[in-house]
């Protein structure tokens, strides 16, 4: 059913006051279409209305798919017993995640509210810093002594699993309360009930450190196929665990930072139209003016060549497509080296072997983009698109030469691209920084600037003298 539907189908029963008409389609809707059918709502009390019928646990998970502005304007209509409904029904690092978008004072107030425990979670996991496995983890898991057995095992998951994040991973831990192993489910189920819990564990287990960074930890959930992952404290002690719908908003959230990094534009938090001019013009503006900054040495370029230029105006033509021949090139493999570096397909020691074989594609690629340009341009040149009746240029030997000119400087402007391109991320890699931060158009601005020096290196100390001018 399209969200529309849904929110048209909420405002039609309770017009009717059918009650049992909406508790019946919450049960048979996904929480996260009933959250979007009720964020366009302008009527606060209409939300209000369709959160205090369904039942407290599905409230909790409606609340959690809401966007951070409706969380916190039925925060203001919320009863003190609501929002401790809410809490108790949520998991801590869902909590912690909207709480750090909330103003103080509404944080203050949650915070009073939140169960002794819960908001000693809730304090433990806001300490932690920005973009780390403790950031991201949750406190809210299953663990088991490993001198049970597996009868003894399932009765303790069936009395503690139900307020934990997953239960699909058990973490096994030894008398000393160190983790030892870990248990799959499906493990547990099919074991015989008097068979030790220590025999059918998993000893050799994917754990990660709580300020371990949180791509390299959604690596590992990859490499190793994982659904739930342990993660310790400084002194080896399990504190927390991350789950794999964790991962699953680290992996977004880094494929949006990458993706406005590739752009050159600040990563923007909110939805699109949710986001004030003001912030939009902060995010893309700042960039703009470095590019522009950084496009100073083509204009030094092209000032330094004027005479070169007012010579063969023509030369002139020909320099929006160098320019864009070169910053596609250096953007394919920019983009190409940023993914299998994030995909941890090669690392920093793999450099060499990556240099040698984008050498050698750039020059295959140079080879066959230089032959064709000589030929389009000389039929460009043939049929009057491109138009040298009133230039120098009047033989076919001239048309030629020109055209080679272009196609030299392709071919060079093609392995230097693809080289600039390959070697910016690993140099971000290098510096520690994001390999998407240097790319995109700081790669397109170092190539125009190469293949602006390369052209008219090449027409004033070999083209020109050629064609005696």
């Known amino acids: 059913m399209e969200i529309e539907e849904i929110r048209e189908q909420l405002l039609e029963l309770k017009k009717k006051k059918d009650v049992e008409g909406i508790k019946s389609l919450f049960e048979v809707t996904p929480s996260i279409d009933i959250a979007e059918a009720i964020e366009e709502l302008e009527s606060v009390r209409d939300t209000l209305y369709f959160f205090r019928i369904g039942d407290v646990e599905y409230r909790a998970e409606v609340f959690a798919e809401l966007s951070v502005d409706k969380q916190q304007e039925l925060i203001k209509s919320f009863t003190d017993k609501e929002i401790l409904s809410i809490l108790e029904e949520s998991y801590a690092d869902d909590i912690v995640d909207s709480l750090d978008e909330y103003p103080a004072n509404m944080v203050a107030r949650i915070l009073n509210i939140a169960p002794k425990d ?172 470095v590019l522009m900054i950084l496009q100073v040495f083509s204009t030094l370029i092209l000032s330094t060549f004027q005479n070169a230029i007012a010579q063969l105006a023509i030369l002139s033509v020909f320099t929006p497509l160098i320019m864009d021949a070169g910053g ?10 940023v993914r299998s570096l994030a995909l941890e397909e090669f690392d920093q020691k793999d450099v060499g072997k990556v240099v040698w074989k984008e050498f050698r594609v750039a020059a295959c690629i140079g080879g066959i983009v230089a032959a064709f340009s000589f030929c389009w341009l000389m039929f460009e040149m043939a049929v009057g698109i491109v138009n040298v009746s009133d230039t120098a240029i009047s033989t076919w030997g001239d048309k030629a030469l020109i055209s080679l000119l272009v196609a030299s400087t392709l071919f060079v402007t093609m392995i230097m691209s693809r ?49 005696g001018l």
Request: net charge negative.
């Open 118 to 289: 819960l908001r000693k979670d809730i304090n433990t996991l806001l300490n932690y810093k920005e973009n780390t496995a403790g950031s991201v983890m949750t406190t809210e898991y299953v663990s088991i002594n490993s001198d049970l057995t597996t009868k003894q095992a399932i009765e303790l998951i069936r009395a503690k699993g139900k307020s934990a994040e997953t239960i699909y991973t058990i973490f096994v831990r030894d008398n000393k309360r160190n983790m030892v192993g870990t248990l799959n489910l499906d493990d547990l189920i099919f074991a015989k009930d008097d068979e030790p819990i220590i025999e059918i564990m998993n000893k050799d287990f994917v754990f990660c450190h709580v300020d371990d960074d949180q791509e390299e930890v959604a690596n590992d959930f990859k490499r190793y196929d994982l659904n739930a992952m342990a993660v310790f404290s400084k002194d080896e002690k399990l504190v927390g665990v991350i789950t794999i719908d964790d991962i699953v908003d680290v992996i977004v959230n880094e494929a949006n930072e990458d993706i406005a990094n590739l752009n050159k534009v600040s990563n923007i938090e909110t939805p699109y139209l949710e986001t004030p001019i003001r912030k939009l013009l902060l995010k893309c503006v700042p960039w703009i003016i």
């Open 328 to 337: 596609n090139s250096g953007g394919q493999t920019t983009t190409i080296i």
């Open 419 to 467: 080289l600039i391109g390959c070697l910016l991320p690993f140099l971000a890699k290098a510096l520690k920084k994001d390999p998407a931060v240097m790319c995109g158009p700081i790669t397109t601005t170092l190539v125009d600037i190469i293949s602006l020096l390369t052209y008219f290196l090449l027409w004033t100390y070999v083209f020109c003298p050629m064609l």
